[in-house]
């Protein structure tokens, strides 16, 4: 597979996928500080603390460069506004990715991360080669299991209680799309 050493830009109809930069943290700990983003996600915690978010960015420039997976920012492709942020956590010996997403609350319902997830899908199959993308979300998040849908993922199952987040166990339901399924979509 290619060398990933960096972020590349990707470009959509709305959006400009590009890597996060530490002039981001504000916005990021505003987006993705907020109790909505945290409930449906592992990693994200809530309340989200000061320098967490440069902290975070920092670490996924990190990731990029060992080659494990690239994490872009999403944002308005005129006013560079941002969105929300989009990954590919890769392992390379496997030529698979788990793909994961959050969008900023106000951004919610515009087809956002749709239109973000169809762009990095391509780069994935892409420029990356990867066999196959897999996703999940708690079973209570019904709009990402939606998402995952539309860009062509097939459901694969339930993990039930899999994950504990805060005080309840969650179920967990699982996506993901193989190389061939993604070729002959996009050539349909
Ligand atoms: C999940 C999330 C990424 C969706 O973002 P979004 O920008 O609203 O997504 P889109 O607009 O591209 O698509 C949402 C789809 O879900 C649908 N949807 C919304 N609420 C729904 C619900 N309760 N049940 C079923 N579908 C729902 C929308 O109608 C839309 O589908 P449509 O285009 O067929 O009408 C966003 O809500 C988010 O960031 N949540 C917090 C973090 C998170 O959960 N990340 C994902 C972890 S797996």
Redesign the pocket.
Known sequence: MPEMDAIPTLETRRLRLRSLTRADAPAVQRLAGAP??AD??LNIPHPYADGLAEQWIAGRAEVARSGAGLTWAIVDRSSDALF?AISLIIAQPHQHAEL????GLP????????EAATAVLGHGFGALGLHRIHA??FAR????G??MQ?IGMVREGCLRQHIRKGDRFEDIVCYGILRQEWEAAVTR
Not at 100 to 103: L, N, S, V
Not at 107 to 114: A, K, Q
Not at 141 to 144: C, G, H, K
Request: with cysteine; glycine share 16%; aromatic share 20%.
């Open positions: 909505e983003v449906t996600t929300g994961g997403y959050w969008i951004f919610w319902g515009c087809g956002y991360i749709t999940h979300h998040n019904p709009a990402s939606r998402v539309k």
